[in-house]
């Protein structure tokens, strides 16, 4: 088992940055490749990033490329999102998940651990 828990959302106006912060305990945290979603009111969860069990291999999704990075810290079992020039359109819940394939990142259904989530509002 793998417990995950995320932190760091909150209420932002546009243009602005947030760090999200998922920490993970239980199993061993680099045995795991790390995404992050998000799911918006009324849609399905989307693929956000993801980065591999090393920290040398990302994933982004289009719309958030150029403004987010991922980046892991194994030795402090903990996945980060920097989210930068936000826009309302990011405003989500977001979540952090483990996952072992790597091509299987950006597919929802291949996480076998997820967090409950951190609300990110970004106001116009």
């Known amino acids: 088992q793998v417990q995950l828990v995320e932190s760091g959302g909150g209420l932002v106006q546009a243009g602005g940055s947030l760090r999200l912060s998922c920490a993970a305990s239980?199993?061993?945290?680099?045995?795991?490749?790390m995404g992050w979603f998000r799911q918006a009111p009324g849609k399905e969860r989307e693929f956000v990033a993801s980065?591999?069990?090393?920290?040398?291999?990302?994933d982004y999704a289009d719309s958030v490329k150029v403004r987010f990075t991922i980046s892991r810290d194994n030795a402090k079992n903990t996945v980060y999102l920097q989210m930068n020039s936000l826009k309302p359109e990011d405003t989500a819940v977001y979540f952090c998940?483990?996952?072992?394939?790597?091509?299987?990142?950006?597919?929802?259904?291949?996480?076998?651990?997820w967090g409950q989530g951190t609300q990110v509002t970004v106001s116009s």
């Open positions: 998940g483990a996952v072992q394939g790597w091509s299987r990142t950006q597919l929802y259904g291949s996480y076998s651990y």
């Open positions: 239980g199993r061993t945290f680099s045995d795991y490749n």
């Open positions: 980065i591999n069990k090393v920290g040398q291999l990302t």
